[in-house]
T-cell receptor, first 113, second 113 residues
Framework: ETGVTQSPTHLIKTRGQQVTLRCSSQSGHNTVSWYQQALGQGPQFIFQYYREEENGRGNFPPRFSGLQFPNYSSELNVNALELDDSALYLC????????????FGSGTRLTVV | KQEVTQIPAALSVPEGENLVLNCSFTDSAIYNLQWFRQDPGKGLTSLLLIQSSQREQTSGRLNASLDKSSGRSTLYIAASQPGDSATYLCAVPIRTGANNLFFGTGTRLTVIP
């Protein structure tokens, strides 16, 4: 059973650019969530996808957007990058519902310069 | 709004000592509570998942308890080892919307050989 995989592992972008991060969910998991973790903080919820539809969103601006594909993999897109977007981006997957807990990937470290 | 607090923020213990990490949450209407481990710059590794109907859960040297009515959980680590050094995060999913996780800011544990 493969876990959650994220790519790339590290990324450096310039302010104003756009970035796409990718996540493959664990086998059998149809729900994917994205979290942003700033240094020294706990992860903050960005949004969640269930069966290709966004079904929840945290307090993040519209320039943070996402997709989920029929195989349940997902993308996180961030437009007009700002310096404060520098963080570790974590993807988590779960079977339907919150009762089964979440499995996290290793994250993508994004640095905006 | 759910708030999750972890105390202490940092803890340093000699190898072999037993220790307790604390987690408190403000909204007791939770499905479950999940403890994670995070090594520096890495993703989250799930340690234990306690359902709201359970009082405790054990895995090896780890034991997690849950007192939903008082909004508290503890993670007990027996016979600590240097390899246990990491940040430990607790998280609870809310019962509405996307059931996304709310995280504490973590306890950074250092086990001294």
């Amino acid at each position: 059973e493969t876990g959650v995989t994220q790519s790339p592992t590290h990324l450096i972008k310039t302010r104003g650019q756009q970035v796409t991060l990718r996540c493959s969910s664990q086998s059998g998991h149809n729900t994917v969530s994205w979290y942003q973790q700033a240094l020294g903080q706990g992860p903050q919820f960005i949004f969640q996808y269930y069966r290709e539809e966004e079904n929840g969103r945290g307090n993040f601006p519209p320039r943070f957007s996402g997709l989920q594909f029929p195989n349940y993999s997902s993308e996180l897109n961030v437009n007009a990058l700002e310096l404060d977007d520098s963080a570790l981006y974590l993807c988590a997957s779960s079977p339907q519902g919150a009762n089964y807990g979440y499995t996290f990937g290793s994250g993508t470290r994004l640095t905006v310069v | 709004k759910q708030e999750v607090t972890q105390i202490p923020a940092a803890l340093s213990v000699p190898e072999g000592e037993n220790l307790v990490l604390n987690c408190s949450f403000t909204d007791s209407a939770i499905y479950n509570l999940q403890w994670f481990r995070q090594d520096p710059g890495k993703g989250l590794t799930s340690l234990l998942l306690i359902q709201s109907s359970q009082r405790e859960q054990t895995s090896g040297r780890l034991n997690a308890s849950l007192d939903k009515s008082s909004g508290r959980s503890t993670l007990y680590i027996a016979a600590s080892q240097p390899g246990d050094s990491a940040t430990y995060l607790c998280a609870v999913p809310i019962r509405t919307g996307a059931n996304n996780l709310f995280f504490g800011t973590g306890t950074r544990l250092t086990v001294i050989p």
